[in-house]
RNA sequence: GCGCCUGUAGCUCAGUUGGAUAGAGCAACUGCCUUCUAAGCAGUGGGUCAGGGGUUCGAAUCCCUUCAGGCGCACCA
């Protein structure tokens, strides 16, 4: 069945390269029906890497040369034929296309009429940020976790790259019409805050003289010794001298994990990344969730007890052993609390849950998804993406850190060299699981070559040019300058920006659907890339004042562009640099 | 030993989900500020896409294999 063409609507009209492309889908796919062959799925386009090669390209026929056992050129042919009676029919669409050509083995190149690349820029002014959304999510939930790093110590800069990837994660998934809840996992039961709670114990005793016996796997950071001054400030000496034990371990435990949490929830803030909610662990122990859970698997028949253990039956569901979730001494394993957790995610009815975690967890992504399905949702439901090890370099050299001695570099202090935007926009120049060298000089020393300053740049240029604009009178807004005339623009460089421009949307959707915030990065670099070298070359503040309308116009469309590419990434777009 | 990730220009990395002649930024060299911000611009050089096989009209991209680096293979978190 096949959709009705109205190419004439102004749906279609005045808007952009990504509507474009589905206008060129549309009348591929009619094209094809005419021929009486099925169209694929998806009928592919691509945006050609030459410029005379037309504004979008189909490698159409040479897929189907195989299924119709014909000549790529020759299949083009004939859908370039249909494709002339279906316009000719359409009427007034034909007036958007400058010429459709077929090149090279058999791909059939689409060029747009100038008028029509101005009428959509144009639209897009006076749309605003409508203009960039594509309602891809539909409302459809999902919940991404991330960062959830142990409240046992300050977040270091591995956090910081899950926490950048996880906040531009969000805000794409969110301007895309997904709604979307941003979580902290905090792992505040067991033995590791217990170990902190010690650590900190002998450290306060250190405070009063008293040689307490440093636990051997004991936290050794200078942050351990920050807590146990502030609870000495907050509760003098009346602990002194005592045994590690209940209650007085729980209160140590608990105010240092309470301490350190805090400490995190500063460093994020500052780091400008925030969370709906903080998820603890604790609570889901104290709620019965955790036994709840293995009593509910177990029903299911997915839980046997061995050597004095209670395990999962996780290689029923793919998974290579079966997990322990109670061991024989009694306690939870961190995995029986997380099947409760995820349990608790997917119950609060979201239809996608993405966890952020750093690569070295790969190995327990399995067992995970076995407790999923055996919960009863598809695997598929949840997505897991592995952020590579960050390696600290300092002039080509690692930085030294051993965990023993406690001593690492910390995100707060990395943030403190070389600034929060520089620090998001490198990470965000990576895709996530591709290893990343973090040197401190290069990112900070070589700022003035920085990538990030580069774009914002660029914002801060176009910020200026308006103010001069407004002095000499012009009326400097995106709906005015949406009704000048584009006409005069006409220089290459201008066309090819504005094709750059209506491309966003399209670049936001390759974003949102690969769930790859850095292509919203390289985007703007490109983007940016492409203003320089005009602004360079030609007066945006022309003799002519319709010249300089049109090119402020311009101006406008890639500032617009600009800001929200860079908001979505989580950086400043400074006015004035 | 098994599994996952990575290998693209001297360095750091992209590469639109299998398409046309593989790109950018650094670094190197040469130029450009009395006109809207030089955190900028113009120009030059730079490649066995780790190696080898295969799949097909077509491979950096998919499959097999070898090599190299990283990370996992707990009744740890």
């Not at 707060?412 to 990470?427: C, P, Q």
């Not at 703007?524 to 203003?531: H, K």
């Amino acid at each position: 069945m096949l959709f009705p063409l109205k190419f004439d609507k102004p749906a279609v009209r005045a808007l952009n390269l990504r509507l474009m492309t589905e206008l060129v889908r549309k009348i591929l796919s009619e094209a094809l029906g005419r021929m009486g062959v099925s169209a694929p799925e998806r009928i592919e386009v691509e945006v050609p890497r030459e410029e005379s090669m037309g504004d979008i390209a189909t490698p159409l026929a040479m897929s189907l040369a195989r299924t119709l056992k014909r000549p790529p050129r020759k299949i083009a042919e004939e859908i370039v034929e249909k494709i002339g009676a279906i316009l000719g029919l359409a009427g007034g669409a034909e007036g958007d296309f400058e010429k459709i050509e077929i090149a090279g083995p058999g791909y059939i190149n689409f060029t747009f009429k100038r008028e029509s690349l101005y009428r959509s820029f144009s639209g897009f002014l006076r749309q605003g940020e409508a203009f960039f959304r594509k309602d891809i999510g539909k409302g459809r939930k999902i919940l991404i976790e991330f960062v959830s790093a142990n409240p046992t110590g300050p977040l270091h800069l591995g956090h910081g790259r899950g926490a950048a990837l996880g906040a531009a994660l969000s805000n794409l998934l969110a301007a895309a019409g997904f709604k979307v809840t941003r979580e902290y996992y905090i792992n505040d039961a067991g033995r590791q805050v217990g170990l902190l709670g010690e650590s900190v114990f002998a450290r306060y005793q250190e405070l009063f003289g008293i040689a307490y016996p440093f636990p051997e796997d004991g936290y050794r950071g200078e942050y351990v010794i920050d807590i146990a001054r502030g609870i000495a400030q907050a509760e003098g000496d009346r602990y002194k001298g005592l045994e590690f034990a209940s209650p007085n371990s729980d209160y140590f435990a608990n105010t240092a994990c309470a301490m350190m949490l805090a400490v995190i929830k500063t460093d994020l803030e500052g780091f400008g990344v925030a969370f709906d909610v903080w998820q603890s662990e604790k609570e889901l122990y104290d709620k019965n969730e955790v036994p709840g859970t293995i009593e509910y698997l177990s029903q299911k028949g997915f839980v046997y007890e061995k050597e004095g253990a209670t395990w999962f039956k996780a290689t029923l569901f793919g998974d290579e052993k079966d997990r322990v979730m109670i061991k024989s001494g009694g306690q939870y394993t961190y995995f029986a609390s997380d099947i409760a957790y995820h349990k608790k995610k997917v119950d609060g009815g979201f239809d996608e849950l993405i966890n952020i975690w750093g690569a070295d967890h790969h190995g327990y992504i399995p067992r995970v998804k076995a407790a999923l399905e055996a919960l009863g949702y598809e695997k598929e439901r949840l997505k897991v993406l592995l952020v590579q090890i960050v390696s600290l370099l300092r002039g080509g050299k690692p930085v030294q850190m051993s965990k023993r001695a406690g001593e690492f570099v910390t995100l707060r202090e990395v943030i403190e060299e070389v600034g929060a935007d520089t620090t998001k926009f490198i990470f965000l120049t990576r895709k996530a699981d591709s290893h990343l060298d973090f040197d401190l000089e290069v990112a900070k020393a070589a700022s003035a070559e920085n990538p990030v300053y580069y774009v914002q740049y660029a914002n801060a240029r176009i910020n200026s040019i308006f103010r001069n604009a407004a002095e000499k009178g012009f009326t400097v807004d995106s709906d005015s300058l949406g009704r000048a005339g584009l006409s005069p623009l006409s220089e290459p460089e201008e066309t090819r920006l504005i094709k750059k421009i209506l491309l966003y949307p399209a670049a936001l959707e390759a974003a949102v659907q690969a769930r790859e915030p850095h292509r919203i990065t390289y985007y703007l670099q490109e983007l940016a890339g492409m203003f320089h070298p005009y602004y360079n070359r030609h007066r945006i503040l022309a003799d002519e004042r319709e010249l300089s309308l049109a090119r402020l116009s311009l101006c406008m469309g890639v500032g617009l562009v600009l800001k929200d590419g860079l908001r979505l990434l989580g950086v400043a777009a400074p006015e004035k640099m």
